[in-house]
C-alpha cells in the first residue's frame, strides 16, 4: 500500500487549512489590499469570519471522504497485488479465480476488505477504520441528520489511524 497517497492528500488539507488562516489574518487586520478579487472585499468583518468558520468545518469533512477514498483505492490494490503474488499454481482454476478477483474487486465491500486484514491489522484499528467509513458515507450522501454517525472524526485523526492501518497491513506481508 502506497501511504504516500494518505500522505498527500492530508498534505493538500493542510495547505488550505494554513490559506484559511492567512485570509483570517488579512480580514481581521482589515488588510483589504489583500483580499481585491475575492468573495471577501466588501462583506461584512463578522459575516465573512463566520462564513469561513463553517467553510473550515465543511472543509474537515471534506478531506476526511477524500482521505478514505485515497485508502480505500490503495486498500483495494493491495488485496489485488497480494492475491497475483500467490497465484504460483499456474492451471485453469487457478486463473480463472485470479480474473474473477480482478473482475469483482471493485465491487467488494469495504467492510469486507477491512475484514479481509484481519489476521494483519487488529480488531481495534480495523473497527475505526469502519467507522470512520461510517463517517465517510455519512459525509458523501447529504450529512442526513435524521442518521447520524457513531462517531463524528476529523482529518488529522484520520490520517493516523489509516496510516496505522495500512503499516500493519504492510509489516505482515
Same mark, same amino acid.
Given at each position: 500500500?502506497?501511504?504516500?497517497?494518505?500522505?498527500?492528500?492530508?498534505?493538500?488539507?493542510?495547505? %488550505?487549512? #494554513?490559506?484559511?488562516?492567512?485570509? !483570517?489574518?488579512?480580514?481581521?487586520?482589515? *488588510?483589504?489590499? /489583500?483580499? @481585491?478579487?475575492?468573495?471577501?472585499?466588501?462583506?461584512?468583518?463578522?459575516?465573512?469570519?463566520?462564513?469561513?468558520?463553517?467553510?473550515?468545518?465543511?472543509?474537515?469533512?471534506?478531506?476526511?471522504?477524500?482521505?478514505?477514498?485515497?485508502?480505500?483505492?490503495?486498500?483495494?490494490?493491495?488485496?489485488?497485488? %497480494?492475491? #497475483?503474488?500467490?497465484?504460483?499454481? !499456474?492451471?485453469?482454476?487457478?486463473?480463472? *479465480?485470479?480474473? /474473477?478477483? @480482478?473482475?469483482?474487486?471493485?465491487?467488494?465491500?469495504?467492510?469486507?476488505?477491512?475484514?479481509?486484514?484481519?489476521?494483519?491489522?487488529?480488531?481495534?484499528?480495523?473497527?475505526?477504520?469502519?467507522?470512520?467509513?461510517?463517517?465517510?458515507?455519512?459525509?458523501?450522501?447529504?450529512?442526513?441528520?435524521?442518521?447520524?454517525?457513531?462517531?463524528?472524526?476529523?482529518? !488529522?485523526?484520520?490520517?493516523?489511524?489509516? *496510516?496505522?492501518?495500512?503499516?500493519?497491513?504492510?509489516?505482515?506481508?
Amino acid at each position: 500500500m502506497n501511504q504516500a497517497v494518505v500522505d498527500e492528500v492530508f498534505s493538500t488539507y493542510e495547505y %488550505i487549512k #494554513d490559506s484559511m488562516k492567512v485570509a !483570517k489574518r488579512t480580514i481581521n487586520r482589515d *488588510l483589504s489590499i /489583500l483580499q @481585491r478579487r475575492t468573495l471577501f472585499i466588501g462583506e461584512d468583518k463578522g459575516k465573512v469570519l463566520t462564513r469561513l468558520a463553517e467553510v473550515e468545518s465543511e472543509l474537515d469533512d471534506i478531506m476526511v471522504l477524500s482521505l478514505f477514498a485515497a485508502f480505500e483505492r490503495e486498500l483495494r490494490l493491495f488485496i489485488q497485488d %497480494i492475491l #497475483d503474488g500467490n497465484l504460483s499454481k !499456474k492451471n485453469s482454476t487457478v486463473a480463472f *479465480l485470479g480474473g /474473477l478477483t @480482478r473482475e469483482s474487486i471493485e465491487r467488494w465491500t469495504v467492510a469486507d476488505m477491512i475484514d479481509a486484514m484481519k489476521d494483519v491489522v487488529d480488531e481495534s484499528t480495523r473497527g475505526k477504520a469502519k467507522q470512520i467509513y461510517e463517517y465517510r458515507n455519512w459525509v458523501a450522501h447529504g450529512k442526513n441528520k435524521s442518521k447520524l454517525p457513531s462517531i463524528r472524526t476529523d482529518p !488529522k485523526t484520520v490520517q493516523a489511524l489509516l *496510516l496505522s492501518f495500512m503499516n500493519s497491513a504492510i509489516s505482515a506481508q
